[in-house]
């Protein structure tokens, strides 16, 4: 069963637009991580954030912000006034004891920024 | 320095050939992974290794193996490659935090693989 579903498959958006990816998990466990990674058009993957269960806090780091919401299994990722080196596929993952704490990843989303 | 290393970068190849991709780290990680990435983009966890042994096994091949010499390096082996190995392979390595699952992954480049 997959673990990590990220819906949109392909985004496209003008610059400056907000734009929202989702991610949806599913674990039995009550102690797990979930990840965001962003892989640019050069194909290296960049680790962006890091969550435990615990804690539900929601956070910002420039235009990126990342809301956790444990009741509804999600894990979304805005980015706000858009911009064209924010083009890439973005990856959600998670890790539980469930998986032997390997992190476990979303099929990703295509983010096109349009100029 | 380069992080993690993988090379070769670009490797294309014949049906049924045996070959090698390496990976190195000069983090101090103690636990290094293999993940495939195909041509939808999807990561799967082919192999992870933690201080030289093998913890997570997925159902990969047979004619895929890891091996590591030492905990800064993973290398791949495929024998005999068929045309659904074609990939793009992905190591990385994270420290070994126990049980907490806080294993944030730094990546390597990736090393693309086409079999013919």
């Known amino acids: 069963a997959q673990k990590v579903t990220q819906a949109q498959t392909e985004i496209s958006v003008v610059e400056k637009e907000d734009v929202t990816l989702d991610c949806v998990y599913e674990?039995?466990?009550?102690?797990?991580?979930l990840f965001w990674y962003k892989q640019p058009p050069s194909g290296e993957l960049v680790f962006l954030i890091r969550r435990n269960s615990f804690d539900e806090q929601n956070e910002i780091s420039g235009r990126y912000s990342w809301n956790f919401q444990k009741s509804t299994s999600s894990f979304n990722f805005t980015i706000t006034a858009s911009q064209v080196v924010d083009s890439a596929v973005y990856f959600c993952a998670l890790s539980d004891p469930g998986g032997s704490y390997i992190p476990t990843f979303g099929r990703g989303t295509s983010l096109i920024v349009h100029p | 320095d380069t992080a993690v290393s993988q090379t070769p970068k670009y490797l294309v190849t014949q049906m049924g050939n045996d070959k090698s991709i390496k990976c190195e780290q000069n983090l101090g990680h103690d636990t290094m992974y293999w993940y495939k990435q195909d041509s939808k983009k999807f990561l799967k966890i082919m192999f992870s290794?933690?201080?030289?042994?093998?913890?997570i096994n997925e159902t990969v091949p047979n004619r895929f193996s890891p091996k590591s010499p030492d905990k800064a390096h993973l290398n791949l082996h495929i024998n005999s490659l068929e045309l659904g190995d074609s990939a793009v392979y992905f190591c990385a390595s994270s420290p070994w935090t126990g049980e907490s699952g806080a294993n944030v992954l730094t990546f390597g480049a990736g090393s693309r693989l086409t079999v013919l």
């Open positions: 290794y933690n201080n030289k042994e093998l913890i």
């Open positions: 674990t039995r466990d009550t102690t797990y991580y």
